[in-house]
């Protein structure tokens, strides 16, 4: 099964509210997580990544939280905007260390003018 | 700088016709991937290359090749299309990968969707 997986599979947020999206892992020896966003019709695009020895990681407008002991990761959003609706996958580390990366199957964040 | 650049766009193979898509990028990247994405899930790893001349199957390989001749180009053949391989087709690169000691996400290409019919 997966590896990675998501909590919800939409969000549905009223601009200029916070987001808050989230993720869980089962691969405990994962030292490495990225938060992409996938626009319809694009690729993915990198947003923010974190690694094992820290608990928090602050980007523009985005703040990534890691919670090892639950193998829990969110990606927060402030201000949310119109632009910010996309679909969001969280990925982690393979299981060799430095295989590629495991995604979720995403969660689709739609914001509400 | 183009980045990862993909092609065809859009293509619609009838069963058994083999094709190859395309991907190339221009930022100089050791590491390519090849991934699908079938509606509501997430990137499934077909092949992914660490440079030039070696590539090594992901999570999802069969019905599906690689060559990495050049650092630029990663091209991915299907020989005998099936219906299972109708989905939303994204390569990828980054400079290395991703792991303990380094901090190299991946580019991504924005797609080739192929249909099987």
């Known amino acids: 099964g997966e590896s990675v997986g998501l909590h919800l599979p939409t969000l549905s947020v009223q601009e200029g509210d916070n987001s808050i999206i989230n993720c869980a892992y089962s691969?405990?020896?994962?030292?490495?997580f990225i938060w992409y966003k996938q626009e319809s019709g694009k690729g993915p695009q990198f947003i923010i990544d974190?690694?094992?020895?820290?608990d928090k990681r602050q980007g523009q407008r985005v703040t990534v939280l890691l919670n090892k002991t639950v193998k829990h990761l969110s990606l927060q959003i402030a201000a949310t905007q119109p632009g910010d609706s996309a679909v969001y996958f969280c990925?982690?580390?393979?299981?060799?260390?430095?295989?590629?990366?495991?995604f979720g199957k995403g969660t689709r964040l739609s914001v509400i003018a | 700088n183009a980045g990862v650049t993909q092609t065809p766009k859009f293509r619609i193979l009838k069963i058994g016709q083999s094709m190859t898509l395309q991907c190339t990028q221009d930022m100089n990247h050791n590491y390519m991937y090849w991934y699908r994405q079938d509606p509501g899930m997430g990137l499934k790893l077909i092949y992914y290359s660490v440079g030039a001349g070696i590539t090594d199957k992901g999570e999802v390989p069969n019905g599906y090749n690689v060559s990495r001749s050049t650092t630029e180009d990663f091209p991915l053949r299907l020989e005998l299309a099936a219906p299972s391989q109708t989905s939303v087709y994204f390569c990828?690169?980054?400079?290395?990968?991703?792991?303990?000691?380094?901090?190299?996400?991946?580019?991504f290409g924005d797609g080739t969707r192929l249909s099987i019919l």
């Open positions: 990828a690169s980054s400079y290395g990968g991703q792991g303990r000691y380094s901090n190299q996400p991946q580019h």
């Open positions: 974190i690694r094992s020895n820290m």
């Open positions: 691969n405990s020896a994962s030292d490495y």
């Open positions: 990925a982690e580390l393979g299981d060799l260390g430095n295989t590629p990366l495991v």
